[in-house]
């Protein structure tokens, strides 16, 4: 509980008032002293802003069973979380789209992600692909982006927040693997634009051409299921009219 709250930057007194709770019982939480309750566990996680991993991994060491299941994507109970998946991956064509767990593995995707990873090496895309390893490696997407100080810089600030939010392991090691490849320049910050820039485009070099595309992240709603909760999907949309137009083609051959 201390390391979560000082992850997040909140004194004890800041965390209690949150809670709701005294200072007092909050510090015998921490040190032991007290046995909090499982409602108090996951009362104090609300502020802390746990993810429903780290909220089972706190009632496990107060000695509470997991609140959150974590099923299996195949399992029969996630049936519908699958036909919804499939129906934004189907429903997203000509365009890329790609579904990814907590550790950017890739889960699942539509047949026009074919377009960003046709001149991966296959030794990447072998296996449990991680998705960031498959865009910044240089053997992967990386020496084939255009704007890849831009775009690694993107990506590595979004790990970069989901580290601090997670306090995952192996996404800090992800994270300090992928500073080290190289960046093709100074990394550049995202809350720095150029001046006729609205996001962070993807641009890719292809067919002695080039393609442009903007991207979105969806997650569910109200998840209640630890896997459920990990899983986004990335989505990605022409910049431009050629962009359109080529992936537009590729879907009629």
Do not use: K
């Amino acid at each position: 509980m201390r390391r979560w709250r000082e992850l997040r930057r909140l004194s004890q007194l800041e965390l209690s008032i949150r809670a709701e709770v005294s200072t007092r019982h909050l510090s015998f939480v921490e040190t032991g002293r007290s046995r909090p309750s499982r409602e108090m566990v996951l009362r104090l996680a609300d502020p802390l802003d746990l993810p429903l991993r780290e909220r089972n991994r706190l009632l496990l060491a107060a000695g509470y069973a997991p609140a959150y299941p974590e099923t299996a994507l195949a399992a029969p109970r996630m049936a519908a979380v699958r036909a919804a998946v499939r129906q934004v991956l189907g429903g997203h064509e000509p365009y890329p789209a790609a579904v990814v767990d907590r550790g950017w593995h890739l889960v699942d995707a539509n047949d026009s992600l074919a377009v960003l990873t046709e001149r991966v090496a296959p030794e990447l895309l072998a296996g449990r692909v991680n998705v960031l390893r498959a865009s910044l490696h240089p053997d992967g997407l990386a020496p084939h982006i255009v704007n890849l100080g831009e775009w690694r810089g993107h990506l590595l600030n979004r790990l970069a927040r989901q580290v601090e939010l997670t306090g995952d392991a192996e996404l800090a090691a992800l994270e300090e693997e992928l500073r080290g490849y190289p960046g093709g320049g100074p990394d550049r910050s995202v809350d720095q634009p150029g001046p006729d820039e609205l996001v962070v485009p993807l641009r890719v070099r292809h067919d002695g051409g080039e393609l442009c595309f903007l991207s979105t992240v969806a997650t569910f709603g109200t998840p209640l299921d630890v896997t459920l909760a990990e899983l986004s999907i990335e989505s990605f949309y022409p910049a431009d009219e050629r962009t359109a137009a080529v992936l537009r083609e590729r879907a009629r051959n």
